[in-house]
């Protein structure tokens, strides 16, 4: 149900709390690492407006529910609304990544949110977007109040069930394992392609679309990559090995959704699609950093078995081989990490190369409020220089970069490096050192922020905090210490790109690739 709720299309309805609505817009936010969407809902009876904020990542996602009001909320710590008293309970700097539909809302507009809680859960909401402020009233919905949410008119969704990684299909005869899921959207239509693994020879790609006539056959395809360079693109056609493929559509396509794989959440791409012969297809992708081609057929469900690792799923065949999968995936699990452990080399994290690093020299070790220990590290290099170093050390894992607005090109400016394994706060010591501390990622809400003596403690904290959406709840600041500052989280971004297309470029060389599909 999350892949489905964060993948709401216009047109689509659903019911929430046993009343209809259809989503009208929908605007994307993104603050640090964390992703969440807001959907404009107009009820089908009357034609109230509401917004329903889906957060993702979840295996049961968090779904807010709103109505617009007409009061004005002063900022502080505490309001007062219809004689009830809130607290607040988080704030920040969201910035708009992508919208449908009407409304006035724009990628790359910053928007400034406060959210305060009541006792009981109500919520109060002020968001302070460019040209206005929108003041808003709701709670949480409970799980399971969100039901019934239908197909947008001429959606793509998938046709299949969500199937997890490790999962056996059989095609053909031939066995295949899930080794990857990524989810596209263009426009208001939405399709899911599973990269699968076979006994041998190079990955291929299963596409799930719903299309037909109707609307709602169950279109499956099966791709393999080619060389780009093999084939001869003409205007409305294409030529591979002596066969004519006429033009059917191409566009622009965003990721919404992935699981495994080498993906950036948003990430864009053009493709074309030619076919010859009806059920031949020859695709063609562009990426920032890739030109890709894939030569595929259209498959008919019953030729797509599930193994009975996973109950097999209406209008698949079940494999006719009984399979003991349990103790298959555990041998599986357990041979897989022998050879990661000693046959493939990991590159070491951030810690572990500053460490050895003769522009940094360790200082100590500081205890966070988890009880876990970080490591402070000194460098010459200016705090500019020294994230610039930092981000180089491990790009592949870097998620995102956020320094304190205005500062991001002088060398007092406080910044945080997020990575999938660690973070790294870089920021001005008291004695005037640039100070790099390096701790494990912590993925729980109360933070684990401590600091080793820096210069502006209370910036710190507030770019800390807002970066990663937290409040330390030993030591509540006050909105205006949170939010004394705006924050930038793209003045690193080239670098990032330019750094970890030289790491996949090398990485891709090899060959492999990203999706077949369209």
Not at 133 to 142: M, N, Q, R, V
Not at 430 to 439: I, M, N, R
Request: hydrophobic share 35%.
């Amino acid at each position: 149900m999350s892949f489905a709720l964060y993948g709401l299309q216009l047109g689509q309805t659903v019911r929430i709390n046993g009343s209809v609505y259809t989503v009208k817009a929908m605007i994307e936010f993104r603050q640090g690492s964390f992703w969440w969407k807001e959907y404009t809902l107009e009820q089908a009876f009357d034609g109230d407006i509401v917004w329903l904020s889906v957060e993702r990542g979840e295996a049961i996602p968090v779904c807010l529910l709103f109505r617009p009001v007409d009061a004005a909320f002063l900022s502080g710590e505490r309001v007062v609304y219809e004689g009830r008293e809130y607290s607040l309970h988080e704030s920040g700097l969201a910035e708009v990544r992508d919208f449908l539909g009407h409304t006035s809302a724009r990628v790359g507009d910053v928007v400034e949110f406060a959210e305060y809680r009541d006792k009981t859960g109500l919520l109060l909401s002020r968001e302070q977007w460019p040209d206005r402020t929108k003041y808003s009233a709701g709670a949480e919905l409970p799980k399971g109040k969100i039901a019934g949410v239908s197909s947008a008119p001429g959606s793509r969704e998938t046709c299949m069930p969500t199937l997890p990684l490790g999962q056996e299909l059989r095609i053909h005869g031939e066995t295949y394992v899930v080794a990857s899921r990524v989810g596209y959207r263009q426009g208001a239509f939405t399709w899911v392609e599973y990269e699968l693994r076979p006994p041998r020879g190079p990955n291929v790609w299963l596409s799930a679309e719903r299309g037909g006539e109707d609307g709602n056959a169950c279109l499956l395809s099966l791709h393999r990559s080619i060389p780009y360079t093999d084939v001869q693109w003409l205007e409305r056609s294409a030529l591979y090995f002596g066969v004519v493929y006429q033009y059917v559509e191409g566009g622009t396509a965003n990721v919404i959704d992935f699981e495994g794989g080498d993906y950036d959440y948003n990430e864009r791409f053009s493709f074309t699609s030619y076919r010859s012969g009806g059920s031949k297809i020859l695709s063609c992708e562009i990426w920032e950093d890739e030109k890709e081609a894939s030569i595929g057929e259209e498959l008919t469900m019953p030729e797509v078995q599930l193994s009975r690792c996973a109950a097999p799923a209406e209008g698949f065949a079940p494999s006719k081989k009984k399979r003991r999968c349990f103790p298959a995936a555990i041998l599986l699990f357990f041979l897989a990490a022998l050879v990661f452990v000693f046959l493939i080399p990991t590159a070491p994290a951030i810690g572990a190369r500053l460490a050895s690093n003769s522009s940094f020299q360790h200082v100590t070790p500081v205890t966070l409020p988890n009880g876990k220990k970080a490591q402070v590290y000194a460098t010459a290099l200016s705090p500019n220089e020294a994230c610039r170093a930092i981000i180089e050390l491990d790009p592949k894992h870097v998620q995102y970069v956020t320094t304190a607005a205005g500062t991001e090109s002088g060398d007092a400016g406080e910044r945080l490096v997020q990575t999938s394994r660690e973070t790294v706060m870089i920021y001005v010591s008291e004695d005037g050192k640039t100070l790099a501390q390096v701790s494990e990622r912590d993925m729980g809400r109360g933070g684990s922020y401590a600091a080793y003596r820096p210069r502006n403690s209370a910036r710190l904290l507030g770019l800390y905090h807002n970066s990663r959406r937290w409040f330390d709840a030993g030591k509540r600041r006050s909105v205006a210490e949170i939010q004394a500052f705006p924050m930038d989280t793209r003045n690193y971004d080239s670098l990032v790109a330019s750094a970890r297309q030289a790491s996949v470029s090398a990485r891709r060389s090899s060959g492999g690739g990203r999706s077949f599909g369209k």
